[in-house]
């Protein structure tokens, strides 16, 4: 017996058909009757011939099946993200045909994408950028390759959340319920893990999006004075650090305003530590409304994004260029505000001045 690796070739062979036809029994098994792919996938087996080579296949087709993710950070903090994993669970429901797989793409420690080498190296059909900085070089390498891009939550999105006016009507909900003195918990405004108080010069070299988005619909409706902490990362642990430093300012915030669930919960933490109850003391607001602010301690008011339909909306996106049509036109997902129990008025003995 030959010690040589079965091929395409070898299994044609055996059955006496062409090679186009033992292909089409792996890859277009419609144009085959069920009895002849039968045949052909049982010479196969037979021969140990364990089917066509996906990178050899992927050469000829110049399509891998593969969609890539590029995210601004690590994998371990993009899994701790709720927002981001139901996102991503709805968009791979979206293009998953059985044949399509997603590739993520972790960014540096520091945020910023995932570096131009490893976009020059990645297999793939489509692109998604999600949340990158603006001037991440990860985009300028997609484009340079051109490939197909699909960009989220950044500017120029092809899938955006109406991330002003969500924050406009956190805001807009403390002030109704007369609180003046408010602080922001915000996520960070450049990928460089920054964590402390929010300083102009921070302002002026933001470079996500999404945060610039948010902060601006809060401070539309807020003193420009407004204390802001800057977290590196939306953790529990950095809403905890952060709302302590605020709760620490003169005058104390009676509520907080917090640029995700996360950080919102880790707010309520910190309130605790201090002893004041949410939110007879102090009104905690949300943004996201992850499965983990409805089950919250008290139940969280949080603005709600359809982070299900951005994930399918950013899907649709690919399948279009999957299928070589050009991209939909942008798309906003709408927000709206979910009161809970977290929120409510200014504490008597703190009236409005």
Known sequence: MSSRRPTLDTVAREVGVSRATVS????????LSERLREEILSAAARLGYSGPDPIARSLATQRSGA???????GLS?????????????TLASTV??????????????????PSPSAVARVHADVVIAYSLPDNAPAITAVRQRGLPLVVVDQSGADVRVDDRNGAALAAQHVVGHGHRDVGVISLDLAPDGYTGPL??????AADFQVTVERLNGYLDHLPASTPIWEAPDSLREHGRNGA????????????LLCMSDELAIGAIRAARDTNLVVPDD???VGFDDTPAAAWADPPLTTVRQDLLEKGRQTGEQVLRLLDGRQAGGPVTIPVVLVARASSGPVPAGRLPR
């Open 244 to 255: 302590s430093w605020l709760l620490a300012q003169s005058p104390r915030p009676t509520a």
């Open 77 to 89: 903090a993009a899994f701790s993200d709720p927002a981001l994993s139901i996102m991503l669970d």
């Open 199 to 204: 300083t102009p010069e921070r302002m002026d």
């Open 67 to 73: 969609v890539a993710v590029m995210l601004d950070r």
């Open 96 to 113: 998953d045909t059985g044949e399509r797989s997603l590739v993520l793409m972790p960014g540096g420690p520091d945020g910023g994408g």
């Open 24 to 31: 089409n029994a792996y890859n277009r098994p419609d144009q």
């Open 282 to 284: 102090l009104t905690v």
